[in-house]
């Protein structure tokens, strides 16, 4: 916690720094969060930077990182699992879980084409096979989940053992992407109050879902996930997909466009969550 704090402050810092001299050289992913977040603003890069930096600073609970995604302050969202916005919100959030894997890339590249982000949750063992990659997923605005060191389970173990699945695969992702994931969801989303007190001792949100995609069993194809995400599909909610079966993977266009036809905006977790 003290860590991401301390990484808190230094990004606020930089990003006033930045604000006030207007710096001519703003960072990659200064220009281009400025570009996704406001697309209306003109201006040359350090105008954008600034005006990036004005943005964050305006909604105390967002927490700018130095990337193109800003995530929550998880304070208010600690002690309780965390199932769906608890407010109105004709926002979504959809979240991917299981990768990286030989997916990923193509979840991202869909993502990107149709100008929306998700939230993954990456189980830290499978992260070293897919590195770039997930470091791609960091710096172009997605969100990234802890799932757990190997995908065991964390509910009925003692408390030790699930901060080891925690820390180390919170360890892989500082490693990949330089950040520390805020959101940690159970392996099968079943916990117990040990797992709620390790993600509490390491200032995470424990992430569940109020909405399962239904995508893990044999035979599911990807019009009836579509289908069965869209027709469930309520504003608020946290929608559960898993990018490792190839039929969802399929189903991502068709459900995002599907999700804004019925005016709900696919968006990460964090952003489900900021008014
Ligand atoms: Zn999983």
Redesign the pocket.
Known sequence: MSTRRAAWTASVAALLACAVAACSSPSASSVERASRRTPHSVGNAAVRAAEAAASAMTSASVRPTGSPAAEIDPAPFLGRPLKRAPFATRKVALTL??GPSRNTAEVLSIFERLNARCTF?FVGGRVRGYRSVAKQAYETGFEIGN?TWD?QEIHETPLAFDLKEIDRCQAELVEVTGHEAVFVRP??GHWDDATLRAAGERGMVLALWSLHGQDTGPGTHARTITSGVLRSARGGDVILL?ETNPETVKALPAIIEGLRAKGLEPVTLSELLTR
């Open positions: 879980d299981d949750f799932h995908h392996p099968t898993h």
